[in-house]
């Protein structure tokens, strides 16, 4: 139990004190942050209204002439409610975070290519450093490594759109097993969110090459 800064009742940990209204200010996880369960399919449209409502509520210009221990509470709320926010409307922050609460973590800077994606890396490096030399030269190459290259770009959104909903999907399955076949389950959410991080850094790759090519 923790303290409401306003009406002084002893509250559970959470946003906004349940008897009066206040923001309370208390450590929560960005799940609890929302009075959430700590499931991974979330309903983005309620998450917003849930956001932009408390939002309101808790916002310190309507603390600002308020006693310090009330003020102190909403900059805490808020700075909360902004973080979860915007760790739970993406599915990817959304599923590192799950991560983060059970305690596993990505590889470091994300080196090791996942072993499903090791050819298609392959091939487009190769291809982006063909493209690159080409680019320096110029000419009838140049253009169709560029149409390559753009053709290139939107298989790899396709691939990615694939993955988010393989990711949806695994959210759905998490959130129905509970802890059965946790290990197995976060294992597979671990490979998947790997996949796609290193998808995105590839997709970055691409961009950037391309946009070399249109400002030349």
Do not use: W
């Amino acid at each position: 139990m923790v303290q409401c800064p306003s009406c002084a009742r002893p509250v559970e940990p959470a946003i906004t004190c349940p008897e009066c209204g206040a923001p309370v200010g208390s450590d929560l996880d960005c799940f609890a942050a929302f009075g959430l369960p700590r499931k991974l399919q979330i309903d983005a449209v309620r998450l917003e209204q849930a956001y932009h409502d408390l939002g309101r509520r808790i916002h310190p210009d309507r603390f600002a002439s308020s006693p310090v221990r009330l003020r102190d509470a909403s900059l805490r709320a808020t700075a909360l409610l902004t973080r979860a926010y915007r760790t739970l409307r993406d599915p990817v922050s959304r599923g590192l975070y799950a991560l983060e609460l059970n305690g596993i973590k990505l590889a470091e800077n994300n080196k090791n290519v996942p072993v499903e994606l090791a050819e298609l890396v392959f091939e487009v490096q190769e291809q982006l450093a063909d493209f690159n030399a080409a680019r320096s030269r110029g000419g009838e190459a140049a253009r169709s490594l560029n149409s390559e290259v753009t053709a290139r770009r939107a298989g790899l959104r396709l691939t990615m759109d694939r993955l988010m909903d393989e990711l949806n999907a695994l959210f759905g399955r998490i959130d129905a097993n509970g802890a059965a076949g946790h290990d197995a389950l976060y294992a597979e959410l671990k490979a998947t969110l790997s996949k796609i991080a290193y998808l995105r850094t590839l997709i970055r790759d691409v961009d950037k090459e391309l946009d070399l090519t249109r400002a030349a």
